[in-house]
């Protein structure tokens, strides 16, 4: 076989227990699971994802992303998150580069496979816990399990400012947020138009963000707040000539 030394779980899919989990939202600290590579060096296979950040080079995400489980992934609530990752070369030196790790961000969700046991192939199965961790490898290679790795989540560090893409149709817009630093997840919104109060929205999927009022034509404010317990307020980042399918990057950022 292959003997394959990664950088702390480049292109892995990590398994969490769930007491280990709870122990490490509880305290913080680092928690342990298991590896699976999977994608190309070139990460084309990781585009796109369940929390709809699209192309993740353009959006800044790079190759440095990962899927999570259901339980973990939490409908998108963990969309944007960052992971600090290293391998356990004392009990899988066959896969590990020791003493090294690496910071993802959770893009995409690993979906259950229901033809599988929850403590055996089917690691993203709920009520388990489950980060696919996605990155270049080498070459394409077969299917790694049981690597040994630990996870603790860490502050995301991002370039420049929040930004809004709105998209939809008349009554309808989707407000995608990328970008975010600090907790790099998001636990609310509210949009206010130029001619409106504050509208709260709805979590549509992923990142994406719902409101059903007619907005065009009004420049738009944002309201945020961090899973990290951060509100921003993010005044006419929008101008009142948008357009749908438009991003627009404010000059404020989070801090935790």
Known sequence: MMVI????????????????????????????????????????????GACGYG???????????????AALFNG????????????????????CKAGTAVTIT?????????????????WG???????????????????????????LRVKCWRQGGVRFTVSGFNYFELVLITNVAGSGSVQAMSVKG???????????????WQCNSALVGQALSFRVTSTGGQTLQINSVVPEWWEFGTTFTSNQQFDY
């Not at 969490?16 to 305290?27: G, H, K, Q």
């Not at 995400?61 to 489980?69: H, I, K, M, Q, T």
């Not at 944007?80 to 066959?94: N, R, V, W």
């Open 194 to 208: 130029s001619k409106t109060g504050w509208i709260p929205l709805a979590r549509n999927w992923g990142a994406n």
């Open 76 to 95: 998108g609530a963990s969309c944007g998150q960052c992971y600090l990752i290293m391998c356990d070369a004392s009990k899988t030196p066959e896969w």
């Open 55 to 69: 192309n993740l080079y353009t959006q800044g995400y790079g190759v440095y992303n990962a899927a999570l489980s």
């Open 106 to 122: 959770a893009t995409n969700l690993c979906p259950p496979n229901w033809a599988l046991a929850n403590d055996d192939g089917g």
């Open 5 to 48: 030394r990664f950088f702390a779980v480049l292109a892995a899919a990590l398994c969490i227990t769930s007491a280990s989990a709870a122990a490490a939202a509880a305290a913080g600290g680092w928690v342990s699971g298991t590896a699976t590579f999977y994608g190309g060096k070139d990460a084309s296979g990781t585009m796109g």
């Open 125 to 151: 199965n709920p009520p388990r816990p489950h980060h696919l961790p996605r990155r270049h490898r080498p070459r394409p290679l077969p299917t790694v399990r049981h690597t040994i790795i630990y996870l």
